[in-house]
């Protein structure tokens, strides 16, 4: 994950030769990212359902998709360094977590149900 930490890294400078640390706290964040993901929903809003990824595979839409994911990445570990969490050690035990709560024996091709 020498990729997330460089991400973190250069965020950080980013924001430190700005000297906007102090509109980094947790709340502005959480809330950058949620804009960032209306943002993105926005994209997909009107596309049918059954053509969305063929849709947004190619051209400008697909650019315009990927500098949306990257500004949810980007706000995402600015969190994560913030809040001092390990964000691809959080991941790896999610997915391990995730991996035991849904077997692929017990849910193959089936949506997990919230109980």
């Known amino acids: 994950m020498d990729e997330l930490a460089e991400i973190r890294d250069r965020m950080r400078a980013f924001t430190r030769v700005r000297d906007w ?48 994911m990257a500004d949810i990445l980007i706000y995402l570990v600015r969190l994560a360094d913030v809040m001092e969490i390990d964000l691809a050690d959080a991941t790896f035990s999610k997915l391990e977590a995730i991996s035991r709560k849904f077997p692929a024996a017990e849910y193959q091709g089936l949506a997990p149900v919230k109980d």
């Not at 053509?51 to 190619?58: E, F, I």
Request: hydrophobic share 40%; glycine share 8%; no cysteine.
């Open 21 to 68: 640390e102090k509109f980094h706290d947790p709340k502005s964040l959480v809330l950058a990212i949620t804009g960032e993901v209306g943002e993105l929903a926005e994209l997909f809003q009107w596309l049918p359902a059954e053509r969305a990824q063929s849709l947004a595979t190619t051209g400008k839409l697909h650019k315009r998709v990927g500098e949306e």
